[in-house]
């Protein structure tokens, strides 16, 4: 068993001395003031950044805003032109209607007349036939 241990502690050996770069010590509080420093850059950075973000979401803001109005004045413009054509649409309906009752009014005043005319030619020709029968 403590052949084994030894083993691993030989191979723990070699892979640390293959990656002794990653292992290097470090001054804690030289780390800790870097990064102090790092913090108070980036804190004037940030406090920059999210201005010149503020400045740049408002300018988008107006412009969403002037598109949304002109948006809406073409959806008003489009809403009038439905309602005009809806309009326009009664008026042909009511037209047609009217058409169509004064075709089939004279559709049959038609049938009518041609009643009456073959009525009276019918009655011509047995007329004529009752003359011609009594002159042969």
Do not use: P, Y
């Amino acid at each position: 068993m403590d052949e084994f241990f030894m083993e691993k502690l030989k191979e723990r050996d070699v892979i640390e001395s293959r990656f002794s770069e990653l292992f290097q010590e470090v001054d804690g509080d030289a780390l800790w003031k870097q990064q102090q420093n790092n913090v108070q850059t980036a804190g004037k950075d940030v406090t920059e950044n999210n201005r010149l973000i503020i400045s740049k979401l408002r300018d988008e803001l107006m412009e969403k805003e002037v598109e949304l109005k002109r948006l809406q004045e073409v959806i008003n413009v489009q809403d009038k032109n439905n309602e005009k054509l809806n309009d326009e649409l009664i008026t042909v309906n009511i037209e047609n209607n009217i058409l169509q009752e004064k075709l089939s009014s004279l559709n049959k005043e038609h049938n009518k007349l041609v009643q009456r005319w073959l009525a009276k030619v019918q009655h011509e020709v047995d007329t004529m036939n009752a003359h011609f029968e009594r002159d042969s």
